[in-house]
């Protein structure tokens, strides 16, 4: 059983572009949560996400960020016209219910 | 969410035991607590979790004081691999919400 796959690994693009992170969760889980960690600092909790619902996007930018989990394919996040404090560590992670949480390897973004 | 509190960072010698002390004076009686570790330039990886009674798995061991205000997680032997800053986080029983990350304790093993 894979572990969670994240892609790429890491991206690079220029101020105003768009950045397209992806997330595949382990075999089974229904359940993707989204994080953020800024250098030197924590991780932050962005958005959850259920097969085709979003349950709670409180950590969420409310201008230029959304994500999905479609019904089949991996949970995208989506971050429009990227400006330099985008620039952080994204991690997906994956449960199949309430238990523990499996993390993928994350996708650094660098924006230049 | 109820809260916890860790040191900022500890310090160990390498294959000499580990107490990672979390204080969570705020807990009610349906929260697990959790512990995940953040190796550098990884994810975060689940080490245990557990409710009231001591836990043990391969990792680690995991240490509830008796009023649940406070835990330990225990390394037996710690490796140089297992520098990492480690999180205890608090998770009410059926919830399906997000785990809310703190600051955690940053761990440092000497050879």
């Known amino acids: 059983n894979a572990g969670v796959m994240q892609n790429p690994r890491h991206l690079v693009r220029r101020r105003g572009q768009e950045a397209r992170l992806r997330c595949s969760p382990m075999k089974g889980h229904s359940h993707v949560y989204w994080y953020r960690q800024l250098p030197e600092e924590g991780l932050k909790f962005m958005v959850y996400l259920q097969k085709e619902n979003i349950i709670d996007e409180s950590g969420m930018p409310k201008e230029r960020f959304s994500a999905e989990f479609p019904k089949e394919g991996p949970s995208i996040l989506r971050i429009q016209q990227v400006v330099r404090g985008d620039s952080a560590a994204y991690f997906c992670?994956?449960?199949?219910?309430?238990?523990?949480?499996?993390f993928g390897q994350g996708t650094r973004l660098t924006v230049v | 969410d109820a809260k916890t509190t860790q040191p900022n960072s500890m310090e160990s010698n390498e294959e000499e035991p580990v107490h990672l002390p979390c204080n969570h004076s705020t807990i009610s009686g349906t929260d697990y607590i959790h512990w995940y570790r953040q190796l550098p330039s990884q994810g975060p990886e689940y080490v245990i979790h557990g409710l009231t009674s001591n836990v043990n798995n391969r990792m680690a061991s995991l240490a509830i004081a008796e009023d649940r205000k406070s835990s330990t997680l225990i390394l037996h032997r710690a490796t140089l691999r297992d520098a990492a800053v480690y999180y205890c986080?608090?998770?009410?029983?059926?919830?399906?919400?997000?785990?809310?990350f703190g600051k955690g304790t940053k761990l440092s093993v000497k050879p």
């Open positions: 992670a994956s449960s199949p219910r309430n238990t523990e949480a499996f």
């Open positions: 986080i608090l998770r009410p029983e059926g919830s399906q919400g997000n785990l809310i």
